[in-house]
């Protein structure tokens, strides 16, 4: 299944990308892509610090979110 990266726009084996998931406004780190709500895909932490520079979760997510310091490095 094909998902794109919302740090760079590729699209990619979502086995191959980091899922991140929206839990109550926040962006967290979903390792095991197994978390319940809405998700998000990043290639790797490059993408995901692109993403935030980009404002691309909220445009995924399509509301404000908070991102905490430490999301680029979890993910
Ligand atoms: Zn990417």
Same mark, same amino acid.
């Given at each position: 299944?094909? +998902? /794109?990266?919302?740090?760079?726009?590729?699209?990619?084996?979502? @086995?191959?990308? %980091? &899922?991140? $998931?929206?839990?109550? *406004?926040?962006?967290?780190?979903?390792?095991?892509? +197994? /978390?319940?709500?809405?998700?998000?895909?990043?290639?790797?932490? @490059?993408?995901? %610090? &692109?993403? $935030?520079?980009?404002? *691309?979760?909220?445009?995924?997510?399509?509301?404000?979110? /908070?991102?905490?310091?430490?999301?680029?490095?979890?993910?």
């Amino acid at each position: 299944m094909l +998902r /794109r990266c919302v740090g760079c726009g590729a699209r990619v084996e979502k @086995a191959h990308l %980091r &899922r991140v $998931v929206l839990v109550e *406004g926040r962006v967290e780190a979903d390792p095991a892509q +197994r /978390r319940p709500g809405r998700g998000a895909y990043v290639c790797d932490g @490059a993408c995901a %610090r &692109r993403a $935030v520079a980009r404002s *691309g979760f909220q445009r995924s997510f399509r509301s404000a979110v /908070r991102i905490d310091a430490d999301l680029v490095d979890s993910v």
